[in-house]
């Protein structure tokens, strides 16, 4: 059943794969690469993605990470990895599937289930991101879910069901405490997600551990070891990964301004930034920006990717 399951999932990507990544099903994208592509700095966040063929390769801070055709991810904060399809070619493109996790739909889901249907979760929070092999029962809702886009008008009526369905595999999969943790607005999980959504959006500002641990509503140790085993860095190391993300970004629109871009993202020092720069990157801002190029739509340089 999972063979063909996958078999049908491949060739509906190829049917319904877009340059912009979108399909005209709420939160539902298609990847697509037809040949290898270098490492990319890109986000993953609050995604379920199924590689249908292919091989996606990326890498987490210090960790590295692989998953396959018939292999799934999901990642319940907002990470900053650099990613790349390893194998791909026009005759076997790399193809993947992802759903966008909203906590709302999970919690719903989660309220539906009888006492005693699943069991206890721990109080600390579980890795941010993992990865599995997915059941013939997860790949066959998949399936389901993208066969609505040869019938649109069956899209409003069925689409929500299909994809609770999916909430429900995936919470009762060997991932469900992550996807659960994600749903419940006051575990470790959620608490760490606040803080990511806040370092996020203010990462070119100086923080405090205890600051942002307060903003969490956590105490300083126990956010830092949540923290750090949701995402697999310290704060301060998140923060750099935005910072620098951020600032190629900026150099693709604008190459020859380096020093602006490095103080727009945070760095006091231009001599720090183009160090750490160059150890993110291979190269230092100024060569790199040469090879950048603006972003025009597609997902990989919008840092979304699945």
Do not use: C
Request: no cysteine; net charge neutral; glycine share 6%.
């Amino acid at each position: 059943m999972g063979f063909m399951a996958l078999d049908e999932l491949r060739d509906l990507l190829l049917r319904h794969a877009r340059p912009d990544l979108g399909t005209s099903i709420d939160d539902v994208l298609i990847f697509k690469a037809e040949r290898p592509q270098p490492p990319t700095p890109t986000t993953y966040g609050k995604v379920l993605a199924v590689v249908a063929q292919g091989t996606k390769r990326f890498a987490l801070g210090e960790q590295l990470y692989e998953y396959r055709e018939g292999q799934y991810l999901v990642a319940s904060v907002d990470l900053p990895v650099t990613a790349h399809f390893a194998k791909a070619s026009p005759e076997r493109p790399g193809l993947g599937v992802g759903l966008t996790l909203r906590p709302a739909a999970i919690a719903e889901v989660l309220l539906q289930a009888a006492p005693g249907d699943l069991p206890e979760l721990d109080d600390d929070a579980p890795p941010a991101l993992t990865i599995s092999t997915a059941s013939a029962e997860l790949l066959d809702a998949v399936v389901r879910l993208l066969r609505l886009l040869d019938r649109p008008s069956d899209i409003a009526v069925l689409a929500p069901l299909i994809k609770r369905e999916i909430l429900w595999r995936l919470i009762t999969s060997d991932q469900g405490a992550i996807v659960r943790q994600f749903g419940l607005p006051d575990s470790s999980l959620s608490h760490v997600a606040r803080a990511v959504q806040w370092i996020r959006d203010h990462y070119a500002q100086p923080f405090s551990v205890e600051d942002v641990a307060r903003l969490a509503g956590m105490s300083a140790s126990a956010f830092y070891r949540n923290f750090r085993a949701a995402t697999a860095m310290s704060p301060i190391q998140f923060q750099k990964q935005i910072r620098l993300q951020q600032a190629r970004l900026q150099l693709a629109a604008a190459p020859g301004d380096i020093a602006a871009v490095s103080r727009r993202v945070g760095y006091d020092s231009p001599s720090q930034f183009s160090r750490e720069y160059r150890r993110q990157f291979g190269a230092p801002p100024s060569q790199d920006a040469k090879l950048l190029t603006p972003a025009r739509g597609r997902g990989e340089a919008a840092g979304i990717s699945v």
